[in-house]
């Protein structure tokens, strides 16, 4: 079998954390829609947050020890089962490269501005791959670390722009129509939540799985604090501001001036960012390696990387044109795309299952 390593329930719970913390650094999806105003989508994220979860422990709990793929071939069989499956593919590789692409955006606009976008993402794609290759085991066991450094990072920051917080940046409030909050929140609570989605496929590997259920539920509520805790931050130093901009975090921090040596203190911001996004792609490579292998049965994910990367990479250069046009569409079409693979397909398979156990326990009664 292609499935190698065990993690345990801790691992998970960073994991989800840390993929949480990867997204929260680029929030301008909901900012531009609501500006100042953004944390209101952030607070009641938490609730689509939760109803996900909800999905998703019902599913493992009928299935315990199986993956997304390996539920829906148990529930539908296994023609449409795996269908589902290369459409979770659709999913997890649209993840990849659209990752890929933001990553890209940001070093070439804000790090190595004279780098070909080929030259970095091909290198950084590389050692993504490398890293999947070696497991979850190995996969996973830097997410609490990769969590702690940036939660250490955003901490240390914020503290440095203390002096520089209005609260009057809050105000006013509810000045956008009721649609507009509406489809910020739905944003802000689908594309975070992406990663605990991606770890369905880690479910193999858990070895304490009667603790999954508060890893879920832990993770989710750490990641959705730090996310709540940068989007309040940012706009309590650039009100109005923060909706103009492409990456309002990074120019918070490029906001830190405390006397002649706490300066350019975004080269931190880079570095965590960069390194979130590792662990990002690494997990979802992983993912889309072990979907194909387990669509098409295979006892080896490893030699699929190599070719799914080069798909991405590929992929990644030419999905947009602009950092405007990837904006574009992640504040009005990304997460409309997700829920119909996240939220949607989960939901179809739940129903199938009550229905199948309905109509098992109405076959069981005795004729009268």
Same mark, same amino acid.
């Given at each position: ?6 993690i345990d ?5 960073f994991s ?6 990867? /997204?929260?650094?680029l929030?301008?999806?909901? /900012?531009?829609?609501?500006g100042?105003e ?9 609730l ?5 979860i %909800? ?8 299935f315990p020890?199986?993956?997304?793929i390996?539920i ?6 296994n023609i ?5 499956g290369?459409l979770?593919?659709?999913?997890f590789?649209?993840y990849?490269?659209l ?6 955006g940001?070093v ?7 780098t =070909?976008p080929?030259a970095i ?5 590389a050692?993504c791959?490398?890293?999947?290759k070696?497991g979850?085991?190995?996969?996973l066991?830097y997410?609490e ?11 240390f ?7 520089d917080?209005?609260l ?8 956008y129509?009721v649609k ?7 944003t802000q609570g689908?594309? =975070? ?5 991606l ?16 890893a879920l539920?832990?993770?989710t509520?750490?990641? %959705?604090?730090v996310?709540?805790f ?13 909706k ?5 975090t990074?120019?918070t !921090?490029?906001m830190?001036?405390v006397?002649?040596?706490f ?10 960012l960069?390194?979130l996004?590792?662990?990002q792609?690494?997990?979802t490579m992983y993912?889309?390696?072990?979907t194909?292998?387990e669509?098409?049965s295979?006892?080896c994910y490893e ?6 990367? !080069?798909?991405?990479l590929?992929?990644?250069l ?10 574009? %569409?992640?504040?009005n ?7 119909f693979f996240?939220?949607v397909?989960p939901?179809?398979?739940?129903a199938?299952?009550? !229905?199948?156990?309905?109509v098992?326990k109405?076959?069981s009664l005795?004729?009268?």
């Amino acid at each position: 079998m292609y499935k190698k390593g065990f993690i345990d329930s801790r691992t998970l719970i960073f994991s989800i954390a840390a993929y949480y913390g990867g /997204t929260s650094l680029l929030s301008s999806f909901s /900012t531009a829609v609501l500006g100042h105003e953004a944390w209101f989508s952030a607070v009641f994220a938490i609730l689509i947050n939760l109803f996900h979860i %909800w999905i998703y422990i019902m599913l493992i709990k009928n299935f315990p020890g199986k993956n997304i793929i390996e539920i829906s071939i148990a529930v539908f069989g296994n023609i449409v089962g795996r269908i589902f499956g290369l459409l979770y593919f659709v999913l997890f590789f649209s993840y990849a490269f659209l990752n890929m692409n933001v990553l890209s955006g940001f070093v070439t606009g804000s790090v190595l501005t004279y780098t =070909p976008p080929a030259a970095i993402l091909a290198l950084f794609l590389a050692v993504c791959c490398y890293a999947a290759k070696k497991g979850p085991e190995v996969l996973l066991k830097y997410a609490e670390v990769f969590f702690m450094v940036s939660l250490g990072a955003i901490l240390f920051n914020s503290v440095l722009l203390l002096k520089d917080v209005k609260l009057t940046n809050f105000l006013p409030v509810f000045s956008y129509p009721v649609k507009e909050y509406l489809k910020a929140t739905h944003t802000q609570g689908v594309i =975070p939540a992406s990663g605990t989605f991606l770890l369905l496929m880690y479910m193999p590997n858990v070895k304490d799985f009667k603790n999954v259920k508060k890893a879920l539920i832990k993770g989710t509520f750490i990641g %959705w604090a730090v996310m709540v805790f940068i989007i309040l931050r940012d706009i309590a130093i650039l009100g109005g501001a923060i909706k103009v901009f492409e990456n309002p975090t990074f120019e918070t !921090i490029k906001m830190i001036n405390v006397g002649t040596f706490f300066t350019r203190m975004e080269i931190l911001y880079a570095v965590v960012l960069i390194m979130l996004f590792f662990f990002q792609i690494s997990t979802t490579m992983y993912c889309n390696a072990a979907t194909i292998a387990e669509v098409f049965s295979l006892k080896c994910y490893e030699m699929l990387l190599c070719p799914l990367g !080069i798909l991405v990479l590929c992929f990644s250069l030419i999905s947009f044109e602009s950092s405007a046009q990837h904006a574009f %569409w992640g504040e009005n079409y990304a997460a409309v795309f997700s829920t119909f693979f996240d939220t949607v397909l989960p939901l179809i398979t739940l129903a199938a299952i009550f !229905i199948k156990k309905l109509v098992g326990k109405r076959s069981s009664l005795p004729l009268s």
